[in-house]
């Protein structure tokens, strides 16, 4: 059973940082964090590829956030610089099982993914 765990949600003032981990258990997988606030669709926000470490943003996140792994841990990261109130939501990680050629395809959408966290929640106050 693959568990993925998130942590380093929290509150923020509008321009500050904070980073988001998601540890995995068992194999190791293209991974991605997804984003739903209050009354919205769920969002996909970055991606990484596990095999080559590609990253994929979102254009509402460029410059400003930055995904990455650590192997050695199965552990993805998120870090988030510049928040704005409109990054509010509950942060959701996700473990993709499938190749890495549709996984190019894939990364932005939910049905690309297997195996998705709890959520983190991350409120940015104005």
Known sequence: QVQLVESGGGLVQAGGSLRLSCAASGRTFSMGWFRQAPGKE?????AIKWSSGTTYYTDSVK???????????????LQMNSLKPEDTAVYVCAASSTTS??????????????????????????
């Open 101 to 126: 050629s549709y996984f190019s395809i894939l990364w932005d959408k939910a049905n690309g993914y297997d195996y998705w966290g709890q959520g983190t929640q991350v409120t940015v106050s104005s």
């Open 63 to 77: 410059d400003r956030f930055t995904i990455s792994r650590d192997n050695a841990k199965n552990t993805m990261y």
């Open 42 to 46: 769920r969002q996909s926000v970055a």
